[in-house]
């Protein structure tokens, strides 16, 4: 499962993921912040083209496995509407040494935010809601 | 024909809805005559349709792909995930 | 509490450091790994000079948060017998943006191995101990 | 006077103890002179003194620092927590 209408949890990743083998975790958790661009944040409403964007997760944890020395790659992302504080996404990486396993992490997060189908509606305190600009997909995934 | 258009993100608000169903007068399409179309159906899409990618059946595709009678074409927005 | 014979738990960790002004969390967690130089590893011992280890984590953590963009840190190691897969340490950054997090959560756990007084002594299946050749310890600290 | 001698890491196994208590025929002794007095009553630490740290009241001193009776002093090989 990598989209979810449920909040996120990280407990059962952590145990999905666990592995001897791996001296090395690193966890990257985004989470809904009070403040953007100056304005102040009440809340966020995330969509995804739910089928593609599953398909895309799932093919930057095998990405992640085959580019770095790693042994476990995780990424979930929530979508609906989060309350302040609340994870949008979480990603969990798992390997022998702390090295490979941060520069992984960084890349599965990077390479989300460039192609995975989903956007963000920005509740602001004064009853205003904007989406936000974002990054224009292209075509063939991580050739592009 | 018909095709189901169904936009995200900010293009929903747009257009009005989610999904729109459009009659067209052919029995083949391209991507990039869809374009055309959508143009001139939702003039206020005009700016935005440069930045879209046109998904059909999870796969982005290219404006020579050619839709049939039946098919849905996703219209995505640039994305702002994480 | 920086170093603890209890086991590590992190839900308590992040409760402590909840900030909804921060939209990126990155923790770093070392597990004991089955493996080590070619050699099987049943399990670790982590000694402490218990009071200066605390006082470094602290400082390091002090650090973190003068140096980075970042808005919450927080650095715990256990000492004592530990079994394969159990955390050893765990650090918990948070900030608005994650490549400040990314990059504090590394500096703290490369100078906790720089200038923690934290020993550990790997204990093979063969039946064998060893303790780790590890880092002189440096007068001075940060400036070190 | 008295010198409490506080052995970690692999050092405490060299010893043979943790803790030992060394009795020093003056009043005073510089953590310099204290490497000196490990070094012959603990030959099989010869190779090893060179890298240890000395940490007294939770600071790492050094080898000019001047030890007092009943003071502590920690020696430290080098570490490898993480």
């Known amino acids: 499962m990598w989209v979810t209408e449920s909040p996120l949890m990280l407990d059962p990743l952590l145990r999905e993921t666990e592995d001897v083998s791996s001296g090395a975790l690193v966890i990257f958790v985004g989470t809904v912040r009070d403040e953007n661009d100056n304005r102040s944040v009440g809340g966020m409403t995330y969509e995804a083209h739910v089928s593609l964007a599953e398909k895309v997760l799932h093919e930057i944890e095998q990405e992640v496995l085959a580019r770095f020395e790693v042994r476990r790659c995780r990424i979930q992302h929530r979508i609906g509407r989060l309350e302040l504080g609340e994870p949008s996404v979480q990603i969990v990486v798992r390997g022998g040494h702390r090295a490979a396993a941060y520069e992984a992490s960084r890349y599965a997060i990077d390479e989300l935010k460039r192609r995975a189908p989903i956007w963000k509606e920005e509740h602001y305190t004064d009853g205003a809601s904007r989406y936000l600009d974002g990054t224009p997909l292209q075509p063939g995934g991580d050739s592009a | ?82």
């Open chain 2, 1 to 82: 024909m018909q095709i189901r258009v169904v936009f995200y993100g900010g293009l929903k608000q747009d257009v009005g809805a989610k999904i729109q169903t459009l009659d067209i007068p052919q029995a083949g399409l391209t991507v990039g005559e869809l374009a055309d179309v959508l143009r001139e159906r939702y003039p206020v899409l005009q700016p935005r349709l440069s930045t879209v990618a046109y998904v059909v059946n999870d796969e982005i595709v290219s404006p020579d792909y050619v839709l049939h009678d039946g098919d849905e074409a996703a219209v995505l927005p640039p994305v702002s995930g994480g």
